[in-house]
Nanobody, 121 residues
Framework: VQLQASGGGLVQAGGSLRLSCAASGRTFSEDRVGWFRQPPGKERELIGAIRWRDGSTYYADAVKGRFTISREYAKNTVYLQMNSLKPEDTAVYFC???????????????WGQGTQVTVSS
């Protein structure tokens, strides 16, 4: 099982980016898929998650109202749409997948490689 995260880059404050997390080797089916980020010198934090089966979502307060997680069945892909980006959103972003219904859980089975997001002021 591999997760491929992509879509990071450099953007000005106030701009938008969309990250993708594609799975190969299995479908998300009963999984929850989470997005984490790790700012420079800080710990990795859960910023949001989606339950693949019913589309329920969770967002951390820091991104609520600006970030949106969605899924696309046909491509077995989860997206993280990031709007109104701030310099403090600069981090390496990771996607992860794992079984279970509780979206605030931080334990995941599968992890993608990180993708860098840099927001300039």
């Amino acid at each position: 099982v591999q997760l491929q995260a992509s879509g990071g880059g450099l953007v000005q404050a106030g701009g938008s980016l969309r990250l993708s997390c594609a799975a190969s080797g299995r479908t998300f089916s009963e999984d929850r898929v989470g997005w984490f980020r790790q700012p420079p010198g800080k710990e990795r934090e859960l910023i949001g998650a989606i339950r693949w089966r019913d589309g329920s979502t969770y967002y951390a307060d820091a991104v609520k109202g600006r970030f949106t997680i969605s899924r696309e069945y046909a491509k077995n892909t989860v997206y993280l749409q990031m709007n109104s980006l701030k310099p403090e959103d600069t981090a390496v972003y990771f996607c992860a997948a794992g079984p279970g219904r509780t979206l605030t859980r931080r334990d995941y089975t599968y992890w993608g490689q990180g993708t860098q997001v840099t927001v300039s002021s």
